[in-house]
């Protein structure tokens, strides 16, 4: 029984993996799991049996990705109510003629749908999307980091989109997270983003973190940081008053939306 749940937990943070990249190779993935590479395409056939995959020589890719691409869909669309509540109040923060950074995701593209009627705006964003977006008002200045892109999350990372931001300040940025948790902190589904992320952080002087509360008390694979990396915490109601409690009392603001 315990082996079976190892497994499948294991299968569910490769899918985790493959949602956020768009594609893996085998070898890559027997790596950071620390597992064979007859274990990962075990773990493959079965996500292919189950409608999620495409397996290829030597790795795999996400099904959904060219439709998502063509139709500009992001993979993360659940809690979107909660998102959306959490985007309008992270707006409410950015007053006209600001200079910010918006993070790729779900919910720092509520917050960018939320901005549309500032002016004189600067934004930076490793987000196409977010990009397509705010490119197109008058009101804004639109910068994009260089980068590789992963189709999953509409988003540019790696190395050469961590070094963008290498000699650039800005007063806030509104940074996302696949999951936070006291102890393991901020985590995500993949290593690619978290070069970008730390330079993100780097560069700001304020850091507001938008997520919501399902995400609160989960991990994922790998580690940005603790908490005390971000200054501001914008969440729904539905965060629970033990986990309001322990974040304020490490330093950060919480903000329910």
Do not use: C
Not at 62 to 80: F, G, I, T
Not at 83 to 108: C, N
């Amino acid at each position: 029984m315990r082996t079976r749940l190892l497994a499948e937990t294991r299968r569910r943070k490769v899918l985790d993996w493959l949602q956020e990249e768009g594609s893996a190779r085998v070898r890559t993935l027997a790596d950071a799991f620390n597992v064979s590479e007859v274990t990962i395409r075990q773990d493959l056939e079965k996500l292919e049996a189950e409608g999620y995959i495409t397996r290829e020589h030597g790795g795999a890719f996400l099904k959904s990705v060219p439709q998502q691409v063509r139709e500009m869909a992001l993979q993360h669309r659940d809690n979107m109510d909660a998102k959306q509540r959490i985007g309008r109040a992270a707006a409410q923060l950015v007053g006209d003629g600001e200079t910010i950074v918006l993070d790729s995701g779900s919910t720092t593209t509520e917050v960018a749908a939320n901005l549309l009627t500032r002016r004189d705006m600067t934004v930076i964003t490793n987000a196409l999307n977010i990009a397509l977006m705010l490119g197109a008002e008058s009101g804004f200045e639109v910068h994009m980091t260089g980068g590789h892109f992963k189709a999953p999350t509409l988003s540019l990372s790696g190395e050469r989109s961590a070094d963008y931001f290498k000699g650039l300040f800005v007063r806030k940025l509104f940074l996302a997270t696949a999951a936070l948790d006291l102890e393991a902190g901020l985590t995500y589904p993949a290593l690619s983003d978290i070069a970008v992320k730390r330079a993100m952080i780097e560069a700001a002087e304020r850091v507001y973190l938008v997520a919501d509360s399902s995400k609160i008390g989960v991990r994922s694979f790998s580690s940005l940081g603790g908490l005390d990396l971000v200054h501001v915490l914008i969440t729904d109601d539905g965060i629970k008053p033990e986990d309001r409690a322990a974040i304020e009392a490490i330093g950060v603001q919480v903000i329910v939306a």
